[in-house]
């Protein structure tokens, strides 16, 4: 009777691709000298044991040591990246670079180019118009300016516009209620001061010698001073005038109620037409001379540019279209027949002509320096602190 010893079952003969892989393996665990186990012998089996374990197997037939330094074959200088792209080529490459790239056909990248249809949607603080310097902020400013004016269709509520007068009336209007606004002041000369956008001042007084300034109404503050504070009162974020009959008393000057008492005991009744401020409130007459000491005179005089900024720039502004002869009837009166399109492209030619001609430059020069005047000015002692 035959029996059959019991061996270890024969493995079937690897592929190609298979032995590669093996390879591949082996070598990133560490080990550099390959063989194939097919090309195996016990010859082969008695050197490599010979070669691990014997401690003369790195010296020669005369005794001498042998140079080890490993030799890598043309095979091993293949890159192990360079052969998984081989075996992938031999029927999987389709399978992973088919969905690769995504080609959706649409060539735009980035945000659109126009300002306006890049802002729908997305709101502004993640915009770089929210990081602009008050260089870019006064430049758009004026560009309110000019379209006011020369485009009234413009939508002047945009967003744009908001941050800018918002960026640049934080500069403005800190420094003149911390600094420059006195807490003694009366609400009259408060209110006539913050309304009537043009300023008269005279150091000295006119023949007329009062104990005690009319601003503070501080007794032993002999005033030396004279103000007069003329003008229509005008809305500060429309620009536009303060209507005869208007009693409304939610204007836009919302930043102006923080410092004042609006008692109407205290105040005058107007004397004359258009005396009432944004809000409905009576103003004294812009034919008043307030006679004042020398530090509020100073401080009310620096406090009033303060305030009246946006008034003042739009002055120069208009001043500027009408040099160019833009404010002429024949040219108002051409304006009024063209489309809202081709009256705003107009005004933003004209403001790049400001800016090529160096006028915007000029007005944030004259902006700047009455920010650096008010940053370096020593305040008075009656100034709120």
């Keep these: 009777m035959t029996t059959r010893t019991r061996g270890p079952l024969s493995s079937p003969t690897k592929t190609l691709k298979q032995k590669q892989l093996e390879k591949l393996r082996r070598r990133h665990g560490g080990e550099k000298h390959l063989v194939d186990s097919d090309s195996s012998s016990p010859e082969a089996t008695k050197r490599s044991a010979g070669g691990l374990y014997d401690n003369d197997s790195d010296r020669d037939d005369d005794g001498n040591e042998m140079d080890l330094t490993w030799v890598e074959d043309d095979e091993t200088k293949i890159s192990a990246t360079e052969e998984i792209r081989q075996i992938l080529r031999d029927g999987h490459s389709d399978e992973y670079e088919e969905d690769f790239v995504d080609d959706e056909g649409d060539d735009t990248l980035g945000a659109p180019l126009d300002e306006h249809s890049a802002l729908q949607g997305i709101p502004l603080e993640f915009t770089r118009h929210s990081h602009k310097k008050p260089k870019e902020h006064f430049q758009d400013a004026v560009k309110w300016m000019v379209h006011n004016k020369l485009d009234p269709a413009f939508p002047r509520d945009d967003a744009i516009y908001q941050v800018a007068f918002q960026k640049l009336d934080d500069e403005v209007q800190g420094r003149s209620r911390s600094t420059f606004i006195s807490a003694a002041w009366t609400a009259d000369f408060v209110r006539a001061l913050r309304s009537r956008p043009d300023i008269v001042t005279d150091e000295g007084h006119s023949g007329l010698v009062l104990e005690h300034c009319e601003a503070c109404n501080r007794v032993g503050h002999p005033a030396t001073w004279t103000i007069h504070l003329t003008g229509k009162p005008y809305h500060r974020h429309t620009l536009e005038d303060v209507t005869d009959d208007e009693e409304d008393g939610n204007g836009d000057d919302d ?124 305040p008075s002692r009656f100034s709120v602190r």
């Excluded at 401020?277 to 006679?291: E, I, R, T, V």
């Excluded at 009408?322 to 009837?329: R, V």
């Design 255 to 378: 930043d102006d109620v923080d410092d004042v008492d609006d008692d109407a005991d205290d105040a005058e009744e107007p004397s004359e037409h258009g005396s009432v401020d944004s809000k409905g409130n009576p103003l004294p007459s812009q034919h008043k001379a307030w006679c004042v000491g020398r530090h509020c005179g100073a401080n009310a005089e620096m406090a009033h540019r303060l305030m009246h900024w946006r008034y003042a720039s739009n002055h120069m502004v208009l001043t500027y279209l009408d040099k160019e002869g833009h404010m002429e009837a024949e040219q108002v009166i051409r304006r009024a027949r063209w489309s809202n399109n081709k009256r705003s492209k107009f005004a933003d030619i004209v403001l790049d002509e400001m800016v090529e001609s160096g006028q915007v430059e000029m007005l944030y020069q004259d902006f700047k320096s009455t920010l650096h005047e008010a940053r370096s000015s020593k």
